[in-house]
């Protein structure tokens, strides 16, 4: 039982399960092979009011509150973690686009994406650095009631597959850093975006890519947040995304737990189930005891966020430990199931998985670096 979740939202991840259970998990594997999103699933989710329900309902959403997409993300990601990154990507473009938007522009996008309809990317990487978001290098120059777009996004999730995104690039100086970035939401089909897919370790049914902008007009009503303030503005959804990833990775690690336990008392060596071995159970139950910790810890974030309370630096530690975690504990677990584990199968592809969050969203390092200024103030700790 966890202290965050009362019963309503006990029902809701029942709920959320039952759906995970039965209509996300069977293709986890044949997704894998495939790379392609299933739109149908994703169109089910959004009419089970699975997608984005933190967001008031003006906006499409039902109102429940961060954690409440919490409860649902973790349910979904259990099943399969590149579907759970409809929901991700969803709760963090939403709040974006609900926050900073122009309401007759985005409210057509919110309604599709919480129907499940449009699915949405976040472009911030480039190719000179992913971590050093603030050194962008992504023109948008105002041209009338345009701004034109001109460069490369790179390491996008969904790049290929996004119906729109969230663009972050540079409408002041290079020398203004940060504070010279402007975000616009960009429809994926104008004239002069396209893209590429890279052929990734994990997450293959989601996928990354690069996109593309060659004096791409965008309307100056489609901007999010003020002009060179950007990122400064935008990047404060990053919170929630940060403790959504860590629900995120740690449900793959609890269910493969889950069924490690079960596998290790029925499998016998030298006339003794595998966990009469403490060489067996005692990692096994070190691995259970911190991602017990760990969902506490991202809960108790999406309850501060509910609570409108400072969270930052939880949520730093979120993202930093979570995948960490995740990905040492299902390590473990394949390694109990020994070639069985070891073979293509569903306990490998969530180790490939879970490790593409210690890369993207945000390093250990950067996450590091944000706890330690939120403890010691940011003079203490300067760039």
């Not at 034109?148 to 100086?173: C, L, M, P």
Request: glycine fraction near 10%; proline fraction near 4%.
């Amino acid at each position: 039982m966890s202290p965050y979740i009362d019963e309503d939202l006990a029902v809701l991840a029942e709920h959320a399960r039952r759906f995970a259970t039965g209509r996300v998990a069977p293709g986890f594997l044949e997704r894998d092979k495939t790379r392609i999103l299933d739109r149908t699933l994703m169109r089910e989710m959004g009419e089970m009011g699975f997608i984005a329900p933190e967001l008031p309902e003006e906006h499409g959403g039902q109102g429940l509150g961060c954690l409440a997409a919490g409860v649902i993300h973790e349910e979904i990601a259990r099943a399969d973690l590149s579907i759970s990154y409809i929901n991700l990507l969803a709760s963090l473009n939403g709040q974006i686009l609900s926050h900073h938007g122009q309401p007759e522009v985005v409210k057509p996008w919110l309604t599709k994406l919480t129907q499940g309809e449009a699915l949405f990317a976040i472009a911030l990487s480039e190719p000179r650095g992913g971590s050093d978001a603030g050194n962008l290098r992504l023109r948008i120059e105002r041209v009338g009631d345009d701004y034109v777009v001109n460069g490369e996004k790179t390491s996008i999730s969904a790049a290929d597959q996004a119906d729109a995104a969230v663009v972050f690039g540079r409408t002041g100086s290079v020398e203004s850093a940060a504070h010279g970035v402007t975000a616009l939401l960009v429809p994926m089909d104008l004239p002069g975006v396209t893209t590429n897919r890279f052929d990734c370790h994990g997450q293959r049914a989601i996928g990354r890519g690069s996109i593309f902008f060659e004096n791409v007009r965008v309307p100056v009503n489609h901007r999010l947040g003020d002009e060179n303030k950007g990122f400064v503005q935008v990047m404060q959804g990053f919170d929630f995304s940060r403790a959504l990833i860590g629900l995120q990775v740690l449900a793959v690690a609890r269910v493969a737990l889950e069924e490690t336990w079960e596998y290790v008392a029925q499998r016998e060596a030298f006339g003794k189930p595998l966990s009469a071995f403490q060489g067996v159970s005692h990692p096994l139950a070190d691995f259970d005891t911190q991602v017990t910790a760990g969902r506490l810890l991202c809960q108790q974030t999406l309850w501060l966020k509910d609570k409108h309370l400072p969270h930052s630096a939880e949520a730093a530690m979120c993202k930093w430990w979570g995948p960490k975690l995740a990905y040492d504990c299902v390590h473990q677990c394949l390694l109990m199931f020994g070639h069985g584990g070891y073979d293509r199968g569903v306990m490998e592809q969530r180790l490939r998985d879970v490790l593409g969050f210690q890369i993207g969203d945000g390093t250990a390092q950067i996450m590091k670096t944000i706890i330690a200024r939120t403890r010691a103030g940011r003079a203490a700790v300067p760039a």
